[in-house]
T-cell receptor
Framework: GEDVEQSLFLSVREGDSSVINCTYTDSSSTYLYWYKQEPGAGLQLLTYIFSNMDMKQDQRLTVLLNKKDKHLSLRIADTQTGDSAIYFCAEILRDDKIIFGKGTRLHILP | EAGVVQSPRYKIIEKKQPVAFWCNPISGHNTLYWYLQNLGQGPELLIRYENEEAVDDSQLPKDRFSAERLKGVDSTLKIQPAELGDSAVYLC??????????????FGDGTRLSIL
């Protein structure tokens, strides 16, 4: 069945780069998304990548997609305290169904 | 542009009571989604509307949950009667789906439901 997996926790020092990884199982995905969720809030769309792309860069964010290994990563450059949140990886399948991972909680160390 | 608006933000009720959540999607978005998010989990789809038609309600527990989107804009999600296991965050999202493809889903802040 379809599944999206992420590590649950990541700790990074302020100013360093954060790399959040995600693996998915369904090769028919059309888009892959990264959402950010702060406490008590809904999911905020950070960025997304089409399944026929390898990389997308948007300011401090870099998304890398390895379709062969079904691996997606989100790199946050110069991590700030405001980046502390839960990051969800999600894939959109051809039938428009969206599958979310369980989220990676990013903790920023001073 | 106003985002997806949900109300109430918080709801506390006793088990077996009814409860309703309301969602106003982003203007122009024809597709609306209701999700359930348990603590430490990602959102799970309950129901998806395209305009006023429910196109995917396979994960909606129909014995106690119901939803409607009468005019293809606002939507309500109802639980009757509520059970202890229904305590969770209920998220609404909307997107524009057309021939050019599906645009990303935008989420509201959710309603946090606590069942006593």
């Amino acid at each position: 069945g379809e599944d999206v997996e992420q590590s649950l926790f990541l700790s990074v020092r302020e100013g360093d780069s954060s790399v959040i990884n995600c693996t998915y199982t369904d090769s028919s995905s059309t888009y892959l998304y990264w959402y950010k969720q702060e406490p008590g809030a809904g999911l905020q769309l950070l960025t997304y990548i089409f399944s026929n792309m390898d990389m997308k860069q948007d300011q401090r964010l870099t998304v890398l997609l390895n379709k062969k290994d079904k691996h997606l990563s989100l790199r946050i450059a110069d991590t700030q305290t405001g980046d502390s949140a839960i990051y969800f990886c999600a894939e959109i399948l051809r039938d428009d169904k969206i599958i979310f991972g369980k989220g990676t909680r990013l903790h920023i160390l001073p | 542009e106003a985002g997806v608006v949900q109300s109430p933000r918080y709801k506390i009720i006793e088990k077996k009571q009814p409860v309703a959540f309301w969602c106003n999607p982003i203007s122009g978005h024809n597709t609306l989604y209701w999700y359930l998010q348990n603590l430490g989990q990602g959102p799970e789809l309950l129901i998806r509307y395209e305009n006023e038609e429910a196109v995917d309600d396979s994960q909606l527990p129909k014995d106690r949950f119901s939803a409607e989107r009468l005019k293809g804009v606002d939507s309500t999600l109802k639980i009757q009667p509520a059970e202890l296991g229904d305590s969770a965050v209920y998220l609404c999202a909307s997107s524009l789906v057309n021939r050019a493809g599906n645009q990303p889903q935008h989420f509201g802040d959710g309603t946090r439901l606590s069942i006593l």
